[in-house]
């Protein structure tokens, strides 16, 4: 996958947008940032393992760790704040479903309870 297919992907949950957050494309629902491209930071990290384009997004921690244990190579709790869910994503190591369910779940966690019903319903 690549950061246009994330674009993508993202955009076409219910009341997404794409907006700016720290001069990087930041996608989100009601103010509420779910995932953004062209992270940068944690560059030794991203050296260590290999990764190029990097996304991040904000899971719900159980979501977080069954994510990371199911795609080593993909998806990794990021190192200072893997705790409140955010995580990295490997976009060329993920294929579109699972791109789109990742996207589905980070959405999920921080939409309004209203919304996330009407995506499930």
């Known amino acids: 996958m690549t950061p246009k297919d994330l674009r993508r992907l993202a955009l076409a949950l219910p ?30 990290l991203f050296t260590a393992l ?31 704040y893997g705790h409140h869910g955010w995580t990295y994503l490997r976009l060329e190591a993920l294929d579109g479903p699972t791109l789109a369910l990742i996207l589905r779940l980070a959405w999920t966690h921080v939409a309004p309870k209203r919304l996330s019903k009407a995506l499930s319903g």
């Open 50 to 80: 290999g990764w190029d384009n990097v996304a991040v997004v904000k899971l719900e921690r159980e979501d977080q760790l069954n994510m990371a244990a199911e795609y080593p190579d993909a998806v990794q709790p990021t190192e200072t």
């Open 15 to 44: 009341q997404a947008y794409e907006d700016v957050h720290r001069r990087r494309p930041a996608f989100r629902v009601e103010k509420k940032i779910f995932a953004m491209l062209g992270v940068t930071g944690n560059a030794a």
